[in-house]
Nanobody
Framework: QVQLVESGGGLVQAGGSLRLSCAAS????????MGWYRQAPGNQREPIAV???????TYADSVKGRFTISRDNAKNTVYLEMKSLKPEDTAIYYC?????????????WGQGTQVTVSS
C-alpha cells in the first residue's frame, strides 16, 4: 500500500506563492505518472499538473505559466510550485500516483492539503 503525504498548503494573499510537497512511501521512479489535482467546494476534483514517466508534463489551462510540477526521485517527493496565486485557486490539493502491483496499475491518493488564496 503506497502512502502519499501532502504538505505546504496554507493561507496566502492573491499574487503570492506556495510550494506543495508530496512525499511517497514508495519509489516514485516506479510510478508511471505523478500528479496534482484539486477540488474546490461544489466542484469536481480536477487534474492540474501531471508528470509522466517519460518526463512529459501536462497542465490545466487555468494554471499554465503559473504552476510547475517537479520531482526529486532521491527524496521520493513530487512538488507543485505555485506562483501568482488567485482566489479561484482556493481548493484542497491532492497528490496522486500510479504504481504497479502484480502487473496491475493502481492509483493512490494523498489526504489533501488546503490552499486558500485571499483577495
Amino acid at each position: 500500500q503506497v502512502q502519499l503525504v501532502e504538505s505546504g498548503g496554507g493561507l496566502v494573499q492573491a499574487g503570492g506563492s506556495l510550494r506543495l510537497s508530496c512525499a511517497a512511501s514508495e519509489s516514485i521512479s516506479r510510478a508511471n505518472t505523478m500528479g496534482w489535482y484539486r477540488q474546490a467546494p461544489g466542484n469536481q476534483r480536477e487534474p492540474i499538473a501531471v508528470l509522466s514517466i517519460g518526463g512529459r508534463t501536462t497542465y490545466a489551462d487555468s494554471v499554465k505559466g503559473r504552476f510547475t510540477i517537479s520531482r526529486d526521485n532521491a527524496k521520493n517527493t513530487v512538488y507543485l510550485e505555485m506562483k501568482s496565486l488567485k482566489p479561484e485557486d482556493t481548493a484542497i490539493y491532492y497528490c496522486k500516483g500510479n504504481w504497479p502491483r502484480d502487473s496491475i496499475w493502481y492509483a493512490y491518493w494523498g489526504q489533501g492539503t488546503q490552499v486558500t488564496v485571499s483577495s
